[in-house]
């Protein structure tokens, strides 16, 4: 079935970076926009970023940018976020999401998410 | 950046109909997609486009889109629908997604 399963979540001290991974599977991940979305402990839903199916472009918000990588493997059918320069408040659950082809502003595959803490 | 209003919770009685807005400067203009939260699980989109159910939604979900604020309306509210709910458009501006702030609906 359709799914996507991050990875790469942990513990990590101010300044310091981490890779986040999401595989896919059940779809044709290369015909698809992805997006990472992020949620801190009792927060709301942040959108991060969002890479187009070819990689050929990158956005992100505001309070990742310069910080933050984005990026695709088609052929691994993987999503990462390379985050760098971390900051206590990057802590949240980091969850990537398929947008939409049938409705292209929406997110309609959500992975379970991973958690990322930026404590000393 | 634009900016999403939603009220952080609604409460309603079993059977009862359940109203969840969220504001926004000509939200009208724009696509309002609407997500369902359970604890501990990932956000479900149950309204896409202002008004479209996605498949296996039930028809108790319905939305509604006009001036500055979109409605997410719950029919006939169960147990089952107490969950956190997210409105969210795309700001062509900016070129960033945006989300409400979230609302709580608690059932009585």
């Known amino acids: 079935q359709v799914q996507l399963v991050e990875s790469g979540g942990g513990l990590v001290k101010p300044g310091g970076s981490l890779r986040l991974s999401c595989a896919a599977s059940?779809?044709?991940?290369?015909?698809?926009?992805m997006s990472w979305i992020r949620q801190a402990p009792g927060k709301g839903l942040e959108w991060v970023s969002n890479?187009?199916?070819?990689?050929?472009?990158?956005n992100y918000a505001d309070s990742v940018k310069g910080r933050f990588t984005i990026s695709r493997d088609n052929a691994k059918n993987s999503l990462y976020l390379q985050m760098n320069t971390l900051r206590a408040e990057d802590t949240a659950v980091y969850y990537c999401?398929?947008?939409?082809?049938?409705?292209?502003?929406?997110?309609?595959?959500w992975g379970q998410g991973t958690m990322v803490t930026v404590s000393s | 950046s634009y900016v999403l209003t939603q009220p952080p919770s609604v409460s309603v009685a079993p059977g009862q109909t359940a109203r969840i807005t969220c504001g926004g400067n000509?939200?009208?203009?724009?696509?309002v997609h609407w997500y369902q939260q359970k604890p501990g699980q990932a956000p479900v989109v149950v309204v896409y486009?202002?008004?479209d159910r996605p498949s296996g939604i039930p028809e108790r979900f319905s939305g509604s889109n006009s001036g500055n604020t979109a409605t997410l309306t719950i029919s006939r509210v169960e147990a089952g629908d107490e969950a956190d709910y997210y409105c969210?458009?795309?700001?062509?501006?900016?070129?960033?997604?945006?989300f409400g702030g979230g609302t709580k609906l608690t059932v009585l």
């Open positions: 890479i187009r199916s070819s990689s050929s472009y990158t």
């Open positions: 486009d202002d008004s």
């Open positions: 000509n939200i009208g203009s724009k696509s």
């Open positions: 059940g779809f044709t991940f290369s015909d698809y926009y």
């Open positions: 999401a398929r947008k939409s082809i049938t409705h292209p502003r929406a997110f309609d595959i």
């Open positions: 969210q458009v795309w700001d062509s501006s900016s070129d960033q997604g945006v």
